[in-house]
């Protein structure tokens, strides 16, 4: 009797500890199971941060923008008057174009400002001496050689020899200078220079 009572608790603490076993795998189970899906949210999670993270990158670097265009904007309305009389032989569509060279003019099929790019290309926009002789050049040449063919000077000066050594006139150029150096971007997306 003894014995079988001793067989039965042996029994009964061996089924005791496998049920603890099963339950303990069990809960392993069910802990591992909630572990992988708690990851998953948090690689979603992940996600979901970086694209708003991105998003508010870009919406910031689109803010950034539209100020920087409506700057750009103001500052061409502020001078737009002074651009329109001071910059008439750049700006004023003709179909003659400035060459590889300040002496060479290519005529064109159809009528368009100058070329910002060939502006600065024959060095009307370095900033010494040479850059104002320069834009002094490329202002004027189609007026000397090219007569009716020219683009109107506005309030342009004229060229000769001695035009840089007249401080009204030299004044004027460096301010077209300036003027292009500014806005020479802006005009060509305005479609007031050619690229």
Known sequence: FIRNEEERKATAQAEARDTVRRKMIEETEQLKQRLAESRQENRQLSIELQNLLNGSAQSEKDIERSVAQRKQRDAYLADKAEIESLLKPFITPGRLQIGDYLSIW??????????????????????????????????????????????????????????????????????????????GHYLVELGLLAP
Do not use: M
């Not at 090219?146 to 004229?158: E, M, T, V």
């Open 106 to 183: 290519l005529e064109a099929d159809t009528a368009t400002p100058l070329s910002y790019n060939r502006i600065l290309h024959c060095g009307g926009l370095s900033e010494d001496a040479k850059g104002l002789k320069s834009l002094a050049l490329i202002g004027t040449s189609s007026v000397s050689t090219h007569g009716s063919k020219a683009r109107p000077l506005g309030s342009f000066p004229p060229y000769d020899e001695w035009v840089l050594d007249r401080p009204n006139d030299k004044a004027r150029i460096l301010r077209a200078q300036q003027l292009l150096i500014k806005h």
